[in-house]
Protein backbone atom coordinates (compact mmCIF):
# COMPACT_ATOMS: atom_id res chain seq x y z
CA UNK A 1 0.00 0.00 0.00
CA UNK A 2 1.58 3.02 -1.21
CA UNK A 3 1.01 5.46 1.24
CA UNK A 4 1.57 9.88 1.27
CA UNK A 5 1.33 12.42 2.99
CA UNK A 6 1.04 16.65 2.02
CA UNK A 7 1.51 19.01 4.53
CA UNK A 8 -2.40 20.56 3.30
CA UNK A 9 -3.98 17.57 4.09
CA UNK A 10 -5.60 16.54 7.26
CA UNK A 11 -5.34 12.29 6.94
CA UNK A 12 -3.34 9.91 5.03
CA UNK A 13 -3.83 9.28 1.17
CA UNK A 14 -3.14 5.87 0.12
CA UNK A 15 -3.62 4.40 -3.80
CA UNK A 16 -5.45 1.08 -2.50
CA UNK A 17 -8.57 0.90 -4.34
CA UNK A 18 -10.77 -1.10 -3.12
CA UNK A 19 -14.72 -2.28 -4.06
CA UNK A 20 -17.69 -2.70 -2.68
CA UNK A 21 -21.29 -4.95 -3.89
CA UNK A 22 -23.25 -3.53 -6.01
CA UNK A 23 -26.06 -4.60 -4.17
CA UNK A 24 -24.72 -2.34 -1.18
CA UNK A 25 -24.49 0.73 -3.36
CA UNK A 26 -28.18 -0.16 -4.47
CA UNK A 27 -29.04 -0.64 -0.70
CA UNK A 28 -27.26 2.94 0.14
CA UNK A 29 -29.30 4.48 -2.46
CA UNK A 30 -32.55 3.39 -1.51
CA UNK A 31 -32.24 4.61 1.74
CA UNK A 32 -30.14 7.78 1.27
CA UNK A 33 -33.29 8.24 -1.24
CA UNK A 34 -35.70 8.66 1.79
CA UNK A 35 -33.53 11.56 3.22
CA UNK A 36 -35.61 14.83 3.20
CA UNK A 37 -33.46 17.10 0.49
CA UNK A 38 -33.78 20.71 0.39
CA UNK A 39 -35.35 22.23 -2.74
CA UNK A 40 -33.91 23.52 -5.44
CA UNK A 41 -29.97 22.89 -4.34
CA UNK A 42 -27.87 20.00 -5.18
CA UNK A 43 -26.26 18.56 -2.84
CA UNK A 44 -23.66 15.92 -2.13
CA UNK A 45 -25.13 13.08 0.69
CA UNK A 46 -22.46 10.60 2.36
CA UNK A 47 -23.32 7.24 3.86
CA UNK A 48 -20.79 5.53 6.29
CA UNK A 49 -21.24 1.99 6.28
CA UNK A 50 -19.55 -1.36 7.07
CA UNK A 51 -20.86 -3.83 4.58
CA UNK A 52 -20.05 -7.36 5.66
CA UNK A 53 -22.78 -9.52 4.60
CA UNK A 54 -25.31 -6.72 5.11
CA UNK A 55 -24.90 -2.94 4.07
CA UNK A 56 -24.37 -1.76 7.98
CA UNK A 57 -25.35 2.08 7.28
CA UNK A 58 -24.64 3.91 10.80
CA UNK A 59 -24.21 7.27 9.73
CA UNK A 60 -25.14 10.14 7.11
CA UNK A 61 -24.77 13.78 6.63
CA UNK A 62 -22.70 16.07 3.93
CA UNK A 63 -21.25 14.17 1.06
CA UNK A 64 -19.16 17.94 -0.15
CA UNK A 65 -15.72 17.59 1.93
CA UNK A 66 -15.83 13.35 0.06
CA UNK A 67 -16.98 14.25 -2.70
CA UNK A 68 -13.62 16.76 -3.07
CA UNK A 69 -11.64 14.01 -1.49
CA UNK A 70 -12.91 11.67 -4.28
CA UNK A 71 -11.63 14.05 -7.09
CA UNK A 72 -8.18 14.99 -5.13
CA UNK A 73 -7.44 11.12 -4.90
CA UNK A 74 -8.47 10.20 -8.13
CA UNK A 75 -6.43 13.03 -9.20
CA UNK A 76 -3.43 12.10 -7.72
CA UNK A 77 -3.44 8.25 -8.01
CA UNK A 78 -5.07 7.78 -11.25
CA UNK A 79 -3.96 10.82 -13.16
CA UNK A 80 -8.03 11.60 -13.96
CA UNK A 81 -8.98 15.26 -12.61
CA UNK A 82 -12.78 14.09 -12.95
CA UNK A 83 -14.04 17.11 -15.01
CA UNK A 84 -17.72 15.87 -14.43
CA UNK A 85 -17.29 15.93 -10.70
CA UNK A 86 -15.56 19.44 -10.98
CA UNK A 87 -18.65 21.17 -12.29
CA UNK A 88 -20.84 19.67 -10.06
CA UNK A 89 -18.78 20.34 -6.76
CA UNK A 90 -19.07 23.94 -7.83
CA UNK A 91 -22.80 23.88 -8.30
CA UNK A 92 -22.62 22.17 -4.42
CA UNK A 93 -20.41 24.27 -3.44
CA UNK A 94 -22.75 26.88 -1.91
CA UNK A 95 -25.11 24.19 0.16
CA UNK A 96 -24.46 21.64 2.50
CA UNK A 97 -27.09 18.72 3.73
CA UNK A 98 -27.88 18.87 7.14
CA UNK A 99 -28.69 15.71 9.40
CA UNK A 100 -31.98 15.37 10.38
CA UNK A 101 -31.96 13.15 13.29
CA UNK A 102 -35.35 12.34 13.17
CA UNK A 103 -35.14 11.05 9.84
CA UNK A 104 -32.69 8.59 11.11
CA UNK A 105 -34.99 7.71 13.86
CA UNK A 106 -37.78 6.77 10.94
CA UNK A 107 -35.34 4.75 9.04
CA UNK A 108 -34.58 2.50 12.25
CA UNK A 109 -30.86 4.00 11.76
CA UNK A 110 -30.61 4.69 15.57
CA UNK A 111 -33.38 5.52 18.25
CA UNK A 112 -34.03 8.15 20.68
CA UNK A 113 -32.07 7.69 24.22
CA UNK A 114 -32.26 9.73 27.49
CA UNK A 115 -31.84 9.66 31.05
CA UNK A 116 -35.57 8.79 31.19
CA UNK A 117 -35.16 5.83 29.42
CA UNK A 118 -31.59 4.37 29.24
CA UNK A 119 -31.87 1.92 31.74
CA UNK A 120 -34.80 -0.15 29.87
CA UNK A 121 -32.95 0.12 26.52
CA UNK A 122 -29.24 -0.29 27.24
CA UNK A 123 -28.06 -4.14 27.13
CA UNK A 124 -24.41 -4.01 28.42
CA UNK A 125 -23.93 -7.28 27.47
CA UNK A 126 -23.70 -6.49 23.71
CA UNK A 127 -21.71 -3.59 21.87
CA UNK A 128 -23.66 -0.60 20.84
CA UNK A 129 -22.89 3.52 19.99
CA UNK A 130 -24.54 6.36 21.58
CA UNK A 131 -24.22 9.95 19.60
CA UNK A 132 -25.15 12.85 20.08
CA UNK A 133 -26.62 16.11 17.74
CA UNK A 134 -22.65 17.26 17.75
CA UNK A 135 -21.60 14.46 15.88
CA UNK A 136 -19.72 12.87 19.01
CA UNK A 137 -20.40 9.01 19.29
CA UNK A 138 -19.53 6.68 21.97
CA UNK A 139 -18.70 2.92 21.88
CA UNK A 140 -19.53 0.75 24.82
CA UNK A 141 -18.39 -2.97 24.47
CA UNK A 142 -18.57 -5.39 27.28
CA UNK A 143 -14.71 -6.40 26.38
CA UNK A 144 -13.20 -3.20 26.17
CA UNK A 145 -11.57 -4.37 29.03
CA UNK A 146 -9.50 -6.88 26.39
CA UNK A 147 -10.11 -5.41 23.08
CA UNK A 148 -8.42 -2.12 24.63
CA UNK A 149 -9.81 0.71 26.49
CA UNK A 150 -7.44 3.88 23.87
CA UNK A 151 -9.17 1.63 21.18
CA UNK A 152 -11.70 3.95 21.20
CA UNK A 153 -14.23 2.28 24.03
CA UNK A 154 -15.89 4.43 26.89
CA UNK A 155 -16.49 2.94 30.13
CA UNK A 156 -20.12 2.17 31.32
CA UNK A 157 -19.76 5.09 33.68
CA UNK A 158 -18.49 7.93 30.75
CA UNK A 159 -21.78 6.31 28.67
CA UNK A 160 -23.87 7.09 31.39
CA UNK A 161 -22.86 10.97 31.87
CA UNK A 162 -22.67 11.41 27.95
CA UNK A 163 -26.44 10.19 28.04
CA UNK A 164 -27.12 13.21 31.06
CA UNK A 165 -24.93 15.35 28.85
CA UNK A 166 -27.79 16.18 26.27
CA UNK A 167 -29.47 14.85 23.41
CA UNK A 168 -28.40 11.69 21.94
CA UNK A 169 -29.39 8.68 20.30
CA UNK A 170 -28.83 4.65 20.56
CA UNK A 171 -27.83 3.12 17.40
CA UNK A 172 -26.26 -0.60 16.59
CA UNK A 173 -22.37 -1.12 17.21
CA UNK A 174 -20.73 -2.91 13.52
CA UNK A 175 -17.52 -4.45 13.72
CA UNK A 176 -15.52 -1.97 11.14
CA UNK A 177 -13.60 -4.28 8.45
CA UNK A 178 -10.07 -5.02 8.43
CA UNK A 179 -7.98 -2.71 6.25
CA UNK A 180 -6.09 -4.75 3.54
CA UNK A 181 -2.08 -3.67 3.60
CA UNK A 182 -2.12 -2.60 7.02
CA UNK A 183 -1.97 -4.33 10.71
CA UNK A 184 -5.19 -5.82 12.05
CA UNK A 185 -5.29 -3.35 14.70
CA UNK A 186 -6.23 -0.57 11.85
CA UNK A 187 -9.88 -0.84 11.08
CA UNK A 188 -12.02 0.44 8.56
CA UNK A 189 -15.46 1.45 7.08
CA UNK A 190 -16.74 3.01 3.75
CA UNK A 191 -18.47 6.59 2.93
CA UNK A 192 -20.66 5.94 0.04
CA UNK A 193 -21.24 9.29 -1.69
CA UNK A 194 -24.67 10.30 -3.79
CA UNK A 195 -25.00 13.53 -5.16
CA UNK A 196 -29.30 14.98 -4.92
CA UNK A 197 -29.68 16.84 -7.92
CA UNK A 198 -31.98 20.41 -7.40
CA UNK A 199 -34.46 18.47 -10.15
CA UNK A 200 -36.47 15.76 -9.38
CA UNK A 201 -33.82 13.61 -11.16
CA UNK A 202 -32.56 10.44 -9.82
CA UNK A 203 -29.90 10.37 -7.34
CA UNK A 204 -25.97 9.90 -9.17
CA UNK A 205 -23.55 7.67 -6.98
CA UNK A 206 -20.53 9.66 -7.25
CA UNK A 207 -18.02 6.74 -5.57
CA UNK A 208 -16.68 6.69 -2.52
CA UNK A 209 -13.72 6.54 -0.06
CA UNK A 210 -12.48 4.13 2.82
CA UNK A 211 -11.32 5.28 5.84
CA UNK A 212 -8.82 3.59 8.44
CA UNK A 213 -7.42 4.14 12.00
CA UNK A 214 -6.49 2.40 14.42
CA UNK A 215 -8.91 1.31 17.10
CA UNK A 216 -12.77 1.01 16.67
CA UNK A 217 -13.70 4.59 16.42
CA UNK A 218 -12.91 5.19 12.84
CA UNK A 219 -13.42 9.49 11.63
CA UNK A 220 -11.09 12.00 9.10
CA UNK A 221 -8.38 13.54 11.17
CA UNK A 222 -4.54 13.46 10.46
CA UNK A 223 -3.55 9.83 11.16
CA UNK A 224 -6.44 8.34 8.98
CA UNK A 225 -5.79 6.64 5.96
CA UNK A 226 -7.75 7.19 3.16
CA UNK A 227 -8.47 5.53 -0.35
CA UNK A 228 -10.90 5.03 -2.77
CA UNK A 229 -14.04 2.73 -3.60
CA UNK A 230 -14.73 1.53 -6.93
CA UNK A 231 -17.89 2.24 -8.47
CA UNK A 232 -17.66 -0.63 -10.55
CA UNK A 233 -18.15 -2.56 -7.86
CA UNK A 234 -18.34 -6.27 -9.19
CA UNK A 235 -16.21 -8.28 -6.30
CA UNK A 236 -15.21 -7.91 -2.51
CA UNK A 237 -12.57 -8.35 -0.62
CA UNK A 238 -13.56 -10.15 2.36
Known sequence: MKKSKSKNEKFVPSNEIL??????????????????????????????????????AFNYGSGLKSA???????????????????????SASQHEFEIDFKAGVELGLWEPLNSQNFERKLNW???????????????????????????????????????????SYLQKFYMPLNTPGLPLSWRMHYRLVFLAPKQEEELEF??????????????????AVIGLLSPLTVTAFF
Not at 31 to 49: R, T
Not at 51 to 56: I, K, Q, V
Not at 206 to 223: D, H, L, P, T, Y
Open 125 to 167: NQPFCVKNTKGVTKIWHPEWRRLGYKNGFTTRTGIIKFIYSGE
Open 68 to 90: QIIKNLAGSFLRDELPWLENKLY
Open 19 to 56: QVFESHVFQAKQLVSKLPKPENQDVFIALDCSPNGSLN
Open 206 to 223: IGGIWISRQGFKIFQEEN
